[in-house]
């Protein structure tokens, strides 16, 4: 018996040995992906990719299966943003990749590190009507093409293309600004055998400094003239350097929506909030203190900024980005020192060569807008909603807040004030309806934390991912301004003086959370909202706080409104006026 076990044993080991020499190519990958730092996978599965999504559940991945692709990837999205880590979206082929579009735009646009892996068609099977067929001969090209879609994207077709691809995608994800990448993996090579692929090795993100002379140039220009900052999304790493130069220079500081919490908006040189949902008077005030601005990290879109010819101050801007395709795109005709950098390492660098004794004269900060008194009411008033929101869910707690697009999105701008940066969240590029009320999934499941999403009931009809939040235990809750209607556009169109029907029947979304197995709470009294909200944030799992609110409410969108007006009067092609120099 003691001989027959030693050859038993060798013929074991050798069996494993021969297991881990012969691995599938849908394994390689997974593996290197880990390599890169993926630890979470949200999609929908298929046929197509029956190989990969075996190899994944079979990983140490958090593998999520949800109910549409578009939610997987705003999921996704906010995923990556809340803990910095890359993120893998998988999808079927045909409606599975189409679907998955929208959520990929909107991760693109908000600086996430997601890897989408979809299948693709056999080639054997290319314009023969697959099942689902994708190829070129159904798709359009850039689907697997680097362009505006991604910044990577590649058929996968053979097992030696795996270490080459993996070296691009680990350059791209190094990149501080983000990285969208596909990888399109054919059905017929996913279980094809292949060696175990070598560790892939992280590139650390580079902190891009920008010349001498151009810091130089740049600390000369915000020192000849009082001058304010303006801070967006792509400071968000930066927020230690951030303050540390207002408090040393004294320059006054507002910021984007996105930007909320990099300073806290309750330090004594900060102004206010830019753009939509923003605050009244800070372009006013802006306009009349500073006659250069210093502007980090952002692109100064129309949400960012609504093109407010007023922030075209006399001198101009300093902008940095790590874009440098972004300075002087918003508004054109503006004076600009263009400097294309990291935004914390062009500030230590600015510090450095600060002198002590240059400071900026700050004037009386535009005064706070006025909160409203408790009213007896059979409906909630979304601004004291954002009063019992501030209270138990921002400062009692610690919980990543989402808003939707919509009003959801202008009343949290405006009335919520937060004192760290990643702890508010809204798209306002894509701006897709559905990316807070699918995201708020993402954000709770990969970083272990409470995430609350403030979302309008159109949103929350359009998508959510409640019945995945249910599944998978998510610390989620959905906070929903309940009144039967589009918001915004049912008051944007009387705004503009136009008629259309923005209505639709009343849902009650505590019973529906609680037909899908969640936590469903109602409320319309404003006097138990804080029992209400307290409630929620305890629930162990997902939970939706259906609240209705006062449709008669005006949303602070006239700004917007003004704009939308100067367009339709100018044919489409008003642009941003600036004042003359």
Not at 182 to 189: S, Y
Request: aromatic share 6%; hydrophobic share 50%.
């Amino acid at each position: 018996m003691e001989r027959m076990a030693v050859p038993m044993l060798v013929a074991d080991a050798s069996a494993v040995r021969d297991t881990e020499a012969r691995i599938t190519l849908a394994e390689a990958l997974v593996r290197s992906l880990s390599d890169l730092g993926v630890r979470d996978a949200y999609g929908i599965s298929g046929g197509a990719i029956a190989a990969l999504w075996h190899a994944m559940a079979a990983s140490p991945w958090q593998v999520c299966h949800f109910r549409h692709e578009s939610g997987a990837a705003f999921a996704a999205t906010e995923a990556s943003l809340a803990t910095g880590r890359p993120v893998v979206v998988y999808t079927t082929t045909g409606p599975g990749l189409t679907n998955a579009l929208t959520g990929l735009l909107a991760a693109r646009g908000e600086g996430a590190r997601v890897i989408l892996v979809s299948g693709y068609t056999a080639s054997a099977g290319h314009g023969r009507h697959a099942i689902q067929e994708t190829s070129p001969f159904t798709m359009p090209a850039e689907f697997h093409a680097a362009g505006s879609l991604f910044h990577q994207a590649t058929v996968l077709d053979a097992p030696g293309a795996l270490p080459a691809l993996m070296r691009r995608l680990a350059n791209g994800l190094a990149r501080p600004q983000g990285w969208v990448a596909h990888i399109a993996l054919p059905t017929a090579q996913q279980a094809a055998p292949t060696a175990p692929p070598l560790p892939v090795p992280r590139r650390a993100p580079v902190a891009a400094v920008p010349e001498p002379a151009l810091l130089d140039a740049a600390g000369a220009a915000l020192r000849d003239a009082p001058f304010a900052v303006w801070i967006g999304h792509g400071a968000r790493g930066a927020a230690r350097e951030v303050r540390a130069f207002i408090e040393r220079t004294g320059a006054p500081i507002f910021c984007t929506p996105r930007a909320k919490g990099i300073v806290p908006e309750m330090h004594p040189q900060f102004i206010g909030v830019s753009g939509m949902g923003g605050h009244d008077g800070v372009a006013a005030w802006v306009q009349a203190h500073a006659e250069r601005i210093l502007v980090l990290g952002t692109r100064l879109g129309e949400a960012s900024s609504l093109w407010d010819a007023r922030y075209a101050v006399r001198r101009g801007f300093v902008h940095v980005d790590v874009d440098p395709q972004v300075p002087c795109a918003a508004y054109p005709d503006a004076p600009t020192l263009a400097v294309s950098a990291d935004v914390g390492a062009f500030l230590r660098a600015v510090l450095v060569r600060w002198p002590a004794a240059a400071r900026v004269v700050l004037p009386s900060r535009p005064p706070p807008p006025s909160a409203p008194s408790l009213a007896a009411s059979d409906r909630v008033r979304p601004e004291f909603l954002m009063q019992a929101i501030q209270r138990r869910v921002v400062d009692a707690g610690d919980a990543i807040v989402l808003a939707e697009s919509g009003h959801s999105f202008i009343w949290a701008t405006r009335c919520l004030r937060f004192a760290t940066p990643g702890r508010y969240r809204v798209s306002t590029g894509v701006g897709a309806m559905g990316h807070a009320a699918c995201g708020v999934v993402g954000a709770a499941l990969a970083s272990g934390r409470r995430a609350v999403a403030i979302v309008g009931d159109g949103s929350m009809l359009m998508n959510n991912e409640l019945h995945s939040a249910v599944k998978y235990g998510a610390r989620a809750v959905w906070i929903v301004l309940n009144d039967g209607r589009y918001g915004m556009c049912h008051q944007g169109m009387q705004a503009l003086g136009l008629g259309a029907d923005a209505l639709f029947p009343e849902v009650d979304f505590a019973a529906l959370a609680r037909a899908l197995g969640a936590q469903g709470l109602r409320v319309a009294a404003e006097d138990g909202l804080d029992a209400v909200l307290d409630a929620a944030l305890q629930a162990a799992g997902p939970c939706v706080v259906d609240v209705l609110v006062d449709p008669a409410a005006r949303a602070p969108t006239a700004a917007r409104n003004r704009g939308l007006a100067r367009l339709l009067a100018d044919g489409g092609d008003a642009e941003p006026s600036f004042p003359p120099r």
